[in-house]
């Protein structure tokens, strides 16, 4: 079954480390995305790809870092700049076409706390 | 103003009644509309997505598109328990090339046995 796996399911962060959210995709779409939840609060776009070695910085980019060395891949690393970094975390991605756009579909998330 | 307003509710809707979930956004030039259902702790499913003006409908969900408004909804018709969730609606423009999506924050519905 073609799909966005997202891992691992929880994650625990010690003060000072930097850890890294997998997102992996079977689908062949070229777009990917990471975005971050917080309760009340919509989804926030961290990072996105359109094609294999280039990203772009979303709206809260600062304290994360991505890589996009393979179309069916785009880990996030969470870094020691970011200061509150507890929340819910979502890989999505689409296929990139005119118009109109074509719909995200995401995985399941990973939940990052502080220890 | 936000792009992408909703109330957050709870919409509190009687098991087999009409459930309207609202959606505004500002920018005129936002192109494609999605709903998205999110259930507690997991992650957003697609439900819906309209471009044109009018309505599209899906089974038990409709979607109506007002662009002179600036306006979208999601209808549930024969609301069910198992429809209790937060929907999210989600707008997209081109931006620079990229298809920009800005999510609204979610409207929580409780349908009520």
């Known amino acids: 079954d073609g799909g966005i796996t997202q891992s691992p399911k929880y994650l625990f962060r010690k003060e000072g480390q930097n850890v890294t959210l997998s997102c992996e995709q079977n689908l062949n779409h070229d777009a990917m995305y990471w975005y971050r939840q917080d309760p009340g609060q919509g989804l926030r776009l961290i990072y996105y790809?359109?094609?294999?070695?280039?990203?772009q910085k979303g709206d809260i980019a600062e304290g994360y870092s991505v890589s996009r060395e393979k179309k069916e891949s785009f880990p996030l690393t969470v870094t020691s700049a970011q200061k509150n970094p507890t929340a819910f975390y979502l890989c999505?991605?689409?296929?990139?076409?005119?118009?109109?756009?074509?719909?995200?579909?995401f995985g399941d998330g990973t939940r990052l706390s502080i220890l | 103003q936000k792009e992408v307003e909703q109330n957050s509710g709870p919409l509190s809707v009687p098991e087999g009644a009409i459930a309207s979930l609202n959606c505004t956004y500002s920018d005129r030039g936002s192109q494609s509309f999605f709903w998205y259902r999110q259930y507690s702790g997991k992650s957003p499913e697609l439900i819906m997505f309209i471009y044109s003006n009018g309505d599209k409908e899906d089974g038990r969900f409709t979607a109506q598109l007002n662009k002179a408004s600036q306006y979208v909804s999601l209808l549930i018709r024969d609301s069910q328990p198992s429809d209790s969730a937060t929907y999210l609606c989600a707008v997209n423009k081109n931006s620079g090339g990229y298809q920009k999506v800005t999510f609204g924050i979610g409207t929580k519905l409780q349908v009520i046995p």
């Open positions: 790809s359109q094609i294999v070695n280039d990203f």
């Open positions: 999505a991605s689409s296929i990139i076409a005119g118009h109109p756009a074509q719909p995200q579909h």
